[in-house]
């Protein structure tokens, strides 16, 4: 299957900080992502779902403003947590699907932050 | 509005046993359903997905699971189940095919010797 990959695995940052995620399809290439947040032993909540060379399209409630995502090519999408506070701590997963993959979402392992 | 139930939030199975772990979904039109199985450290992976047709699915690593119109249920099987099983399985529901996935809550899924 395809691979999607997320970097960092884990990150620590400060109060008041932005913090950047990446996402990236290796092997294929990915006109939609997705971003889905999860807290602990819960499930996955969609964020936000990018479209390459398009403005991403933000789930209710979820600050666009604060979760800045980019999707500059078919291959890499980044979310960006600005001015993150203790709250934004969670787990951070990505998607990505193409007409090619028959649209079926490809995750990526995840990334966690922790706010401190 | 489209929603998914996993009644179980933690399932304990031994070794050897049979496995069936259960998902409602409430949705106005037959859906696109879907289970996943999440391990530590590894992305979502997708174990079976079904779309029309047959309503009994086969999926990877000898999971099958059964569309019920009536129940509106979609419930995950495995007839023996490995220690390498011990997971979290979620299930969602997506309105079309590459649709936005609607999760639910997960199960998850401990293997005793």
């Known amino acids: 299957g395809a691979v999607v990959s997320q970097h960092p695995s884990w990150v620590i940052c400060k109060s008041g900080t932005s913090v950047k995620i990446e996402c990236r399809s290796l092997?294929?290439?990915?006109?939609?992502m997705f971003w889905y947040r999860q807290f602990p032993k819960q499930s996955l909540m969609l964020m936000a779902t990018?479209?390459?060379?398009?403005?991403?399209?933000?789930e209710q409630g979820v600050e666009k403003d604060k979760f800045l995502i980019n999707h500059a090519s078919l291959t890499l999408s980044t979310l960006t947590v600005t001015s993150a506070h203790p709250e934004d701590s969670s787990f951070y997963i990505c998607?990505?699907?193409?007409?090619?993959?028959?649209?079926?979402?490809?995750f990526g392992p995840g990334t966690r932050l922790t706010v401190t | 509005a489209q929603s998914v139930t996993q009644p179980d939030i933690h399932i304990t199975v031994s070794e050897g046993a049979s496995l069936e772990l259960r998902c409602n979904y409430s949705?106005?039109?037959?859906?696109?359903l879907f289970w996943y199985v999440q391990s530590p450290g590894q992305g979502l992976q997708l174990l079976l997905k079904?779309?029309?047709?047959?309503?009994l699915v086969q999926g990877i690593k000898g999971f099958e699971a059964e569309f019920k119109r009536s129940q509106s249920s979609f419930n995950l099987r495995k007839p023996s189940v490995h220690w390498s099983d011990a997971a979290e399985y979620f299930c969602?529901?997506?309105?079309?095919?590459?649709?936005?996935?609607?999760f639910g809550q997960g199960t998850e899924l401990s293997v005793k010797p």
């Open positions: 998607s990505a699907s193409s007409a090619t993959s028959s649209y079926e979402q490809y």
């Open positions: 092997d294929f290439q990915a006109t939609t």
């Open positions: 990018s479209n390459e060379g398009s403005k991403a399209t933000y």
């Open positions: 949705y106005g039109a037959t859906p696109y």
């Open positions: 079904y779309f029309s047709g047959d309503t």
């Open positions: 969602a529901v997506a309105p079309n095919q590459g649709g936005k996935l609607i």
